[in-house]
């Protein structure tokens, strides 16, 4: 342990910017993930076919394993390569099945009832979709936003292979020279990393709970 401690100790400006790049990684790569994956649920969920193409499309990208889609990106044109953009196009692209997934199935849902009850006090389907489809299921979609969250902490560490840097650069480290001081120290940040965005975004779904009649008066 004492040896491990000195490591880090001697590692820890260097830690310090391979955590900073970790989170630039997380946040820009989930941030896109919402970005396109809650507009683009919102837009298929009432539509079946166009949910399947989606879902299709989201869960085929996630059997492809993270390191071979790092590499299968590095001859693409404009967005691959290697560095921080391909990581981020890779990470975004793992990061979008939970958050579509949980946008559809949080928006079908919605009790049908408090949808009628809606339409009945006169919403247009714009004022329906803000003030009750999306309430009801924020949890929902913000439960669909911790996983993608966590499993881009851990899937982040492997954008270090294409230079992307990030805590991974220790993993690597340590794999290459067979170092498991250096493996830990990037391995332990990643995991307290994810369980502490994990717990915060847990708050955050609690926070904003919303109940049916709630919505339906607001």
Do not use: C
């Amino acid at each position: 342990m004492t040896a491990f401690l000195e490591y880090v100790a001697a590692s820890r400006a260097e830690l310090l910017a391979a955590l900073t790049r970790h989170l630039v990684l997380v946040g820009i790569s989930v941030g896109a993930a919402v970005a396109i994956g809650v507009p683009a649920g919102v837009v298929v969920a009432r539509r079946v076919h166009a949910s399947r193409a989606a879902l299709a499309f989201a869960n085929t990208v996630q059997t492809i394993p993270s390191l071979a889609l790092f590499a299968f990106l590095i001859p693409v044109p404009i967005v691959g390569g290697t560095g921080v953009v391909p990581a981020i196009v890779a990470l975004t692209l793992y990061a979008l099945l939970p958050v579509l997934k949980n946008t559809i199935t949080g928006l079908r849902g919605v009790d049908p009832a408090v949808r009628d009850a809606a339409v009945a006090m006169g919403m247009t389907p714009r004022q329906l979709l803000w003030r009750v489809d999306l309430p009801l299921s924020l949890s929902v979609i913000l439960a669909g936003i911790r996983i993608a969250t966590v499993v881009t902490v851990g899937t982040a560490t492997i954008a270090a292979a294409i230079g992307a840097g990030g805590l991974g650069v220790f993993i690597f480290r340590g794999l290459t020279i067979i170092n498991n001081h250096a493996i830990l120290t990037g391995a332990i940040p990643a995991a307290l990393l994810a369980l502490l965005l994990d717990a915060l975004l847990g708050l955050v779904e609690r926070a904003l709970a919303v109940r049916p009649d709630v919505a339906v008066a607001a």
